[in-house]
């Protein structure tokens, strides 16, 4: 992942391309993040390769603080975008390998 996006956690300290960032507590981090989710009557999350890593992080992440209830409130669905774009162009294995 770091070599992607520049984003290494040492199990105390985030560093983005070698410089330190701060972190914020997730509680607060979804609280903002579900605060803006309330400003849409629901919401259908879309993610590359979704299930298999953002949604599974995510809702481990809701879980843990305590948050489903509010989240499923807000959420309708969550959509992998990586199964819809095999499901139209089969051949490819990957939308990086289509992109390079």
């Given at each position: 992942?770091?070599?992607i ?22 509680e ?7 605060e803006?989710l ?20 995510l ?29 139209k162009?089969?051949k ?8 390079l």
């Amino acid at each position: 992942m770091e070599t992607i996006t520049g984003i290494s956690w040492n199990g105390t300290e985030m560093t983005v391309k070698n410089s330190h960032v701060d972190a914020i507590p997730i509680e607060e981090t979804l609280g903002k993040f579900l605060e803006f989710l309330k400003k849409f009557d629901s919401v259908i999350l879309i993610a590359h390769n979704g299930r298999i890593f953002d949604f599974r992080v995510l809702s481990y992440a809701i879980s843990q603080v305590k948050m489903c209830e509010m989240f499923l409130k807000y959420v309708l669905a969550s959509v992998d975008s990586l199964a819809m774009f095999r499901s139209k162009v089969p051949k490819l294995s990957s939308l990086c390998t289509t992109l390079l």
